[in-house]
């Protein structure tokens, strides 16, 4: 009689004991926000650096759009979806450059030795009103087994009721950290952290270092309320985004990825200065 488990059961133990981390690497943090179409490449370089040096296996990058994917989506109001025909050139626009930053991106990592292999998520993805309703995930897994980095972006993407939307990089972690069972999400943005109001136009006092998941839907209810808490903007989105994924037991932990080496750290699990989200 033989050991061995059957071959089915041996894959889906594996991958169940496999961790996976899911990092996003912020619109803001990668390019210079004010300036259209302008990637920070010395913060890409740095960040492709930090990657490699934190040796992990099993990684999967997303990035945001930051001054590539933005404007032209705003101009073109391509997440309102499709109203009218002159929308087709920014639906298109927005995919191209979102792919030149990827290319950047992608470019940077293979430079420092990662294996990175770019996914376009509108090749894989279609959402339902916005959120993701088809992913056909199977590339995604394949390139994982092999040893490769998936990188992805936030994209413009087609949707079976508006015609196309914007499928943002924050829906995206979400989706891909529960699909793929990852254990962590970790969050690079140019603050150092969740606080209680955005400490880029008032206060940076009170960084939350940690928070439940109970205590993060009181604080978005007290956010609906307008009370003691002014989380907006795109923190905002992450937070609402990052709920699903944290219901099933994945951490979340969001730093400064404009400081060096937080996001070392934070793929390390060595201390560091950001705030961690978890279920219980
Ligand atoms: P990215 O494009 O890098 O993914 P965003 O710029 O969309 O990130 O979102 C991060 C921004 O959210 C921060 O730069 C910060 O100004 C803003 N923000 C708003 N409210 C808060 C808050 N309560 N705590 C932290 N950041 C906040």
């Known amino acids: ?77 391509i997440k309102e979806g499709f109203k009218k025909k002159t929308q087709i050139e920014g639906f298109s626009l927005t995919h191209q450059a979102m792919l030149e930053l990827n290319k950047l991106v992608v470019d940077a990592f293979i430079r420092q030795g990662i294996p990175a292999f770019a996914i376009s998520p509108s090749s894989c993805i279609i959402t339902e009103a916005g959120r993701i309703k088809i992913f056909y995930n199977s590339p995604l897994a394949k390139l994982l087994a092999m040893g490769c980095v998936p990188v992805l972006f936030g994209d413009a993407i087609l949707d079976t009721e508006i015609g196309f939307t914007i499928l943002s990089g924050d829906q995206l972690v979400s989706a891909l950290a529960t699909r793929f069972n990852a254990d962590k999400i970790v969050l690079g943005v140019d603050v150092d952290g969740l606080y209680p109001r955005d400490p880029k136009t008032g206060s940076s006092k009170g960084l939350i270092e940690q928070i439940t998941l109970r205590k993060l839907k009181n604080m978005m209810v007290d956010i609906g309320r307008a009370k003691t808490v002014d989380v907006t903007g795109g923190m905002l989105g992450k937070i609402s985004e990052l709920i699903p994924a944290i219901t099933c037991d994945v951490q979340a932990l969001i730093v400064n990825a404009s400081k060096q080496d937080n996001v070392y750290k934070a793929l390390k699990g060595e201390t560091v200065v950001g705030t961690l989200i978890r279920k219980k």
Do not use: W
């Open 1 to 77: 009689m033989s050991l061995e488990k059957p071959a089915s059961e041996r894959k889906s133990r594996s991958r169940l004991e496999r961790k996976l981390t899911v990092l996003k690497l912020g619109g803001s943090v990668i390019t210079v926000k004010e300036n259209p179409k302008t990637p920070n490449i010395q913060a890409i370089q740095r960040l492709a650096n930090e990657i490699i040096r934190a040796k992990i296996r099993n990684l999967i990058v997303v990035h945001g759009g930051g001054s590539f994917g933005h404007p032209l989506a705003d101009q073109y109001s």
